[in-house]
């Protein structure tokens, strides 16, 4: 599936401030980026802090004033396997050493306070078929509703409170994996037919051997997803992280599918997107 992403971003800086950006679509094995553009407008010096083990692509700039972003990009997302169901957990021993934090406990998946209840709850379940039950309870006992959580609200919250946003659907999926000996982290992306259209926030499992994407909401198809940054919750993979103080203006996001023909396909240098 080929997609065209969009975001722009609009702030005011009553003072200088540094500013980091992840908004950039990530080059990872699972999607290819065809072509980008990343705007300041008015211009500033970006430097450039680019993960080259993650694929991330991660951009500071120094803002002060009226300050709007954009960016946009052509990215073709490869196939994904969608049976999560009948794959395998790994033994912790056999993990590999960048999955082992992503078992640990954070700021927004306190998964150490859950054990008891994930074992209760999910005990009956092994690997791919716990993390299908664990979607299912979310789906049947969490409401998606706007306003019910901040910047401040971790999955224990969301437990309580029965109600949340994808930023809280994903902290409480991860916070169950990693209750269950399954390595669970946050993917910030861009997902197509998700309606209102925004940045998306969902999560990866590691099962049978790779790490496998998963849309604890059920509002955005895996396929559609193009993945931005991975991290320990949501605290790593904000799509601006402001050193200093700013009011939003306005932020508008978007994700549409480009139609690849014959004709596109045969002539790759004649596309055009947007």
């Given at each position: 599936?080929?997609?065209?992403?969009?975001?722009?971003?609009?702030?005011?800086?009553?003072?200088?401030?540094?500013?980091?950006?992840?908004?950039?679509?990530?080059?990872?094995?699972?999607?290819?980026?065809?072509?980008?553009?990343?705007?300041?407008?008015?211009?500033?010096?970006?430097?450039?802090?680019?993960?080259?083990?993650?694929?991330?692509?991660?951009?500071?700039?120094?803002?002060?004033?009226?300050?709007?972003?954009?960016?946009?990009?052509?990215?073709?997302?490869?196939?994904?396997?969608?049976?999560?169901?009948?794959?395998?957990?790994?033994?912790?021993?056999?993990?590999?050493?960048?999955?082992?934090?992503?078992?640990?406990?954070?700021?927004?998946?306190?998964?150490?306070?859950?054990?008891?209840?994930?074992?209760?709850?999910?005990?009956?379940?092994?690997?791919?078929?716990?993390?299908?039950?664990?979607?299912?309870?979310?789906?049947?006992?969490?409401?998606?509703?706007?306003?019910?959580?901040?910047?401040?609200?971790?999955?224990?919250?969301?437990?309580?409170?029965?109600?949340?946003?994808?930023?809280?659907?994903?902290?409480?999926?991860?916070?169950?994996?990693?209750?269950?000996?399954?390595?669970?982290?946050?993917?910030?992306?861009?997902?197509?037919?998700?309606?209102?259209?925004?940045?998306?926030?969902?999560?990866e499992v590691y099962l049978g051997?790779?790490?496998?994407?998963?849309?604890?909401?059920?509002?955005?198809?895996?396929?559609?997803?193009?993945?931005?940054?991975?991290?320990?919750?949501?605290?790593?993979?904000?799509?601006?992280?402001?050193?200093?103080?700013?009011?939003?203006?306005?932020?508008?996001?978007?994700?549409?599918?480009?139609?690849?023909?014959?004709?596109?396909?045969?002539?790759?240098?004649?596309?055009?997107?947007?």
């Amino acid at each position: 599936m080929r997609l065209f992403v969009q975001a722009s971003l609009a702030y005011r800086f009553p003072h200088a401030a540094e500013v980091l950006l992840l908004v950039e679509a990530a080059r990872s094995p699972d999607q290819a980026v065809h072509d980008e553009h990343l705007e300041i407008s008015p211009a500033a010096d970006l430097a450039r802090l680019d993960d080259s083990l993650t694929g991330e692509r991660r951009a500071v700039f120094t803002a002060q004033g009226d300050v709007e972003v954009t960016y946009w990009a052509t990215v073709e997302v490869l196939a994904r396997d969608p049976d999560l169901y009948h794959a395998a957990s790994t033994r912790v021993r056999d993990l590999p050493p960048d999955a082992l934090k992503y078992l640990r406990a954070s700021k927004y998946c306190p998964s150490d306070r859950f054990e008891g209840f994930v074992q209760r709850e999910f005990g009956a379940y092994e690997g791919g078929a716990k993390v299908a039950a664990i979607l299912g309870w979310l789906s049947n006992f969490i409401e998606y509703r706007a306003g019910a959580s901040d910047a401040s609200t971790t999955a224990l919250d969301t437990f309580v409170d029965r109600a949340g946003v994808c930023r809280d659907f994903a902290h409480l999926a991860i916070t169950f994996c990693r209750a269950a000996q399954i390595p669970a982290r946050a993917v910030s992306a861009y997902a197509w037919n998700l309606t209102p259209p925004d940045m998306h926030l969902v999560a990866e499992v590691y099962l049978g051997g790779r790490w496998r994407l998963i849309d604890p909401t059920g509002k955005a198809p895996t396929e559609g997803i193009v993945r931005v940054a991975t991290g320990l919750d949501a605290m790593d993979v904000a799509f601006m992280t402001i050193f200093g103080e700013a009011e939003l203006l306005g932020q508008t996001f978007a994700v549409t599918e480009i139609e690849v023909g014959p004709v596109a396909l045969a002539q790759p240098a004649a596309e055009t997107a947007g």
